[in-house]
């Protein structure tokens, strides 16, 4: 789908330029697997650092390489299929019946089905002329939603048990240890917010009030120049949306996506707030069914196209991740990888909140109420929706 000059373009700021990820993949196969669980010696020690682990940085702290810094293309393919032969080669001494490798696996598919999606990200601010447009792509313009407007409804009190339930299923080092938790009943939206509530945010004057943003949220907007969610483009006074492969007229119906900085104001200015992750979870008591996620869609779709959970709750899976009020932190008990002790923990900073649920561009073996996602609040790059509760 790439113009092969798109190799060497930074999309995202904070991110690598896209060439990293040629590698990244087999680079963390083979330290996790290769060298941490068979012990093998590496035949490329220089590509297996240089590849191993993304970035996310901090207090505006930008990476400054330079394309020319970057091994060519025909070199990174070299490494990949021999990694790939190599660890292909692992499958068939594995013991799958031991805890440990079988875990070690999943990791690596995990892994790779998460960059799936963390990729769409960043080949969503290539330029359009840099990429070709996908056969099963639908800007889905045409579709409206089914239900009517704005409404919420009350989740009742009651006993959530959160993270993942059983040591014996795989999950994320942060999804362990399950526990139990009380919620009191509180009122939610049952859609996420869409491009046109938060419209009349902005043309309420709400990126101008000081008073809805935090100190941090409001340096950034004055630091920025943001004005509008990043999705958005206006020209005199039409809007409209950036999609993958092209702009359209602003869906009012789709999910608005923003950074946490954003919902948070929206729902300042609306007298609500973000709900909890265990509001997320107690709400998701009531099911979650079938929604916009499993790559069935490269864009959002209508809220409310899917049908609604037990307690009318609608898109609690798919069609954006959605923002909590929660900082990502550990649950008592966690115990980090030992074979990848960072993947949680160097995040336990207090500068990143918890998303829930999944975007039209998350693999569905990754829809599972444990699963715990996670970014900064100044981070405007994602598929990341939202939706107010009131207690």
Known sequence: ???PAAL?????????????YLGHMEAFDWNMIGTWAFQKPSFNSGFDRLFAFGIDPVDGQLPDDKPSDWPH????????DK????????????DFAGFLHAQIFRVAIEHRLMHAETLAYMLHWIDFDLKEKSSDYDSGV?????????????????NTTFGQRSRGAFGWDNEFLPHSVIVPEFSMDIYKVTNAEFLE????????????????????????????????????DTWFYRTMFEEIPLPPDWPVYVSHAE???YARWKGRS?????????????????????????SPIPVGSYSPNAFGIFDLAGNGWEWTSTPFAPFEGFEPFSFYPGYSADFFDGKHFVMKGASPRTDASLVRTSFRNWFQPHYPNVYASFRCIEQ
Do not use: C
Request: a positive charge.
């Open 73 to 80: 293309v025909e070199e990174i393919g070299a490494y990949r």
């Open 274 to 298: 973000l709900p909890s992750e265990v509001q997320y979870h107690r709400a998701a008591d009531g099911g979650i069914p079938a929604g916009n996620f499993g790559f069935r869609s490269w």
């Open 142 to 158: 045409s579709r409206r939603r089914r239900s009517g407007g704005a409404a919420s409804a009350i989740i009742p009190a009651g």
């Open 263 to 265: 919902a948070s104001a």
């Open 201 to 236: 945010f902005l043309l309420a004057g709400g990126y101008g009030d000081r008073s809805l943003w935090t100190p941090h949220a409001w340096d950034w907007l004055q630091h920025t120049g943001t004005l509008h969610p990043k999705f958005w483009i206006r020209r005199n």
């Open 8 to 20: 060497n373009e930074r999309p995202i700021p904070e991110r690598h330029r896209i060439i990293f």
């Open 83 to 94: 990694t790939r032969a190599a660890i292909d080669s692992l499958l068939g001494v594995a």
């Open 1 to 3: 789908m790439l113009s």
